[in-house]
């Protein structure tokens, strides 16, 4: 998950990441977590993520260093989902 967050956030060297700006193109609410999980979701994986990644992503609260669309970007991208072979 560590991996997953780093490259949300742009904290992997010649990475950078928007994240903010991408959820809101997309036509999410970066502020809000369930809007970024389920835009994420329907975008990116093609409403592939479970129900239950959908309500853990959805739980992150606002505050700290890291926005909330950073934190639910990194979610997304280190669930069970993303573990398929």
Same mark, same amino acid.
């Given at each position: 998950?560590?991996?997953?967050?780093?490259?949300?956030?742009?904290?992997?060297?010649?990475?950078?990441?928007?994240?903010?700006?991408?959820?809101?193109?997309?036509?999410?609410?970066?502020?809000?977590? *369930?809007?970024?999980?389920?835009?994420? @979701? !329907?975008?990116?994986?093609?409403?592939?993520?479970?129900? @239950?990644?959908? +309500? +853990? !992503?959805? *739980?992150? !609260? /606002?505050?700290? /260093?890291? @926005?909330?669309?950073?934190?639910?970007?990194? &979610?997304? &991208?280190?669930? /069970?989902?993303? &573990? !398929?072979?």
């Amino acid at each position: 998950m560590n991996f997953a967050l780093d490259l949300a956030a742009g904290a992997i060297a010649g990475v950078s990441a928007d994240v903010r700006g991408m959820v809101s193109r997309m036509g999410g609410n970066a502020e809000d977590a *369930r809007s970024v999980a389920s835009t994420i @979701s !329907a975008r990116i994986f093609g409403n592939g993520l479970s129900a @239950s990644t959908l +309500a +853990a !992503a959805s *739980r992150v !609260a /606002p505050g700290g /260093p890291v @926005s909330v669309a950073v934190r639910v970007t990194g &979610l997304c &991208l280190a669930g /069970p989902e993303m &573990l !398929a072979r």
